[in-house]
C-alpha cells in the first residue's frame, strides 16, 4: 500500500538552500570558492560572538535554558518593549511555521506577494492553508492590491520589508494606509531580515504597531548583518496574546546554547553592526557600477544583495559562474541575486561574469 499523502504536501517542493562551497570544490576542484549566493555578513561573526562561546562546550551536556530568558529579555530592552513580547526562535523562518500551525486552520487564507521570500508559501501550504499571491508592481510590494485581497478568511498577510530576492522596501506612508485597512482578526507579518542594513528614511516602524496593540508581527534574524546563520537563531516581537498562543506550539529547547550565547553578545556589538553597514555600503556601489557598465540595470536595494536581469537564461549563466568559482542565486528565469561581498570577492564577481556574458556573445 503507498503511503496515503494528502495532496497539499505532495505540491511542494524542498527549499533548496545555496550551492556549499565544500561541495562545489569537491565537484569542480577548485581551490578558491566565492559563495554570494545566500546573503551572508561577508565579514563574518561579531568579535563578541566569537568570545562568547569559549567556555560553553563545558556545559553542552545541559538542555539549553528553554525561555531563552537572557535573549529575550536583552532584546526587550533593545526595542524598550516587555519581555513577554519577544519570541526566540531556531531562526526566523522557524517563527514563520509556528505562525501557520497556530493561527491556520484547513482552507484559512495567507495573503503575500507573487515574488517574495518562497518559505511563507511553503509553510501555509504545509498546514492545508491557501496561500493567496499578489503580483509586485515595479517589484515592489502592491500594498493596495493586497488589502483588497482581504477576505472573512484571511488570518495573515507577510509582508516581507526590504523583500527578498528584489531588494526593494514600502514606505511608512503605504504601510499606513494598508494598516487602516487591515481587519482586528488578521495578522500582519513584517518580515524585516534585512533591517539593519535599511538606508531609507521613508522605511516604517513597524514595530509602532506592535506598541500600540496592533495584530502585528516583527521578525528580525541573526543571520544576516550579525553574521550567525550558521547557529539559527532569530526573533519575533508581538503582542503578549500573539506571543503566548506561539508559544503554546514552539517545541521546547528550541533555540540551541550556543546560538543564545552568541546572539546575546552580537545584540551588544553596535562596533561590528556599523562597520557591516560602511561595508555593504561600499559593496554595493562597487556591484552596481560594476554591473552597470556590463550593460546590467539592478534593482534598486534597500539590503545586503543586487538583483538583476541577465537578458538571458539565467541557469546558464549560474552554471558559467559556478565553473569559474562563484556561487551566486538563479532565482527564476533570467533573474539572478548576487550577495554583496568584501571589495575582492566583488571584483571576482564581476571578472567572472564579464567573462561568462563575453562568452555567450
Known amino acids: 500500500m503507498g503511503l496515503q499523502i494528502h495532496p497539499d504536501i505532495r505540491s511542494l517542493s524542498p527549499y533548496v538552500p545555496g550551492k556549499p562551497v ?11 570558492v566565492i559563495k554570494l549566493a ?30 531563552a530568558t537572557q535573549l529575550r529579555q536583552a532584546i526587550a530592552d533593545r526595542w524598550k518593549v516587555a519581555h513577554d513580547h519577544v519570541i526566540v526562535g531556531n531562526g526566523s523562518d ?6 501557520a500551525k497556530t493561527f491556520l486552520t484547513p482552507g484559512d487564507e495567507a495573503i503575500m506577494a507573487d515574488h517574495t521570500f518562497v518559505i511563507y508559501k511553503m509553510e501555509v501550504t504545509a498546514v492545508h492553508g491557501k496561500p493567496i499571491v499578489v503580483p509586485l508592481v515595479n517589484w515592489v510590494h502592491d500594498l493596495e492590491s493586497m488589502a483588497r485581497a482581504i477576505t472573512p478568511r484571511t488570518r495573515l498577510l507577510f509582508l516581507c520589508n526590504p523583500n527578498n530576492p528584489t531588494g526593494t522596501m514600502v514606505p511608512a506612508d503605504a ?6 485597512r487591515v481587519p482586528e482578526d488578521v495578522i500582519v507579518v513584517f ?13 516604517p516602524d513597524a514595530m509602532a504597531y506592535v506598541k500600540q496593540g496592533r495584530n502585528a508581527i516583527v521578525l528580525r534574524t541573526f543571520s544576516k548583518i550579525y553574521g550567525l546563520a550558521g547557529l539559527r537563531i532569530g526573533y519575533g516581537i ?7 498562543f506561539l508559544n503554546r506550539v514552539r517545541p521546547p529547547f528550541n533555540a540551541n546554547s550556543l546560538a543564545q550565547k552568541a546572539a546575546l553578545a552580537a545584540l551588544e556589538d553596535d562596533d561590528h ?14 556591484l552596481g557600477q560594476g554591473l552597470r557598465a556590463l550593460g546590467m540595470t539592478p534593482i534598486p536595494s534597500q539590503t545586503n544583495f543586487l538583483y538583476f536581469d541577465t537578458q538571458r537564461d539565467g541557469r546558464s549563466v549560474f552554471d558559467a559562474l559556478l565553473r569559474e568559482g562563484i556561487i551566486v542565486r538563479h532565482i527564476e528565469g533570467t533573474m539572478i541575486r548576487v550577495t554583496i561581498g568584501q571589495s575582492d570577492e566583488n571584483t571576482a564577481f564581476l571578472q567572472a561574469f564579464k567573462k561568462v556574458l563575453d562568452g555567450a556573445r
Open 273 to 286: 553592526v556599523a562597520e557591516s553597514r560602511a561595508v555593504n555600503a561600499a559593496g554595493m556601489e562597487q
Open 175 to 180: 504601510v499606513d494606509r494598508l494598516m487602516a
Open 191 to 203: 518580515d524585516e531580515a534585512y533591517f539593519e542594513y535599511v538606508r531609507n528614511p521613508q522605511f
Open 38 to 67: 545566500s546573503n551572508e555578513n561577508p565579514l563574518g561573526p561579531s568579535p563578541k560572538a566569537l568570545a562568547a562561546l569559549h567556555g560553553v562546550q563545558a556545559t553542552l551536556h545541559r538542555y539549553p535554558d528553554g525561555g
Open 238 to 244: 508581538s503582542t503578549p496574546e500573539i506571543i503566548g
Open 22 to 32: 565544500e561541495e562545489l570544490q569537491r565537484e569542480l576542484g577548485l581551490t578558491r
Open 94 to 99: 522557524e517563527i514563520l511555521g509556528l505562525l
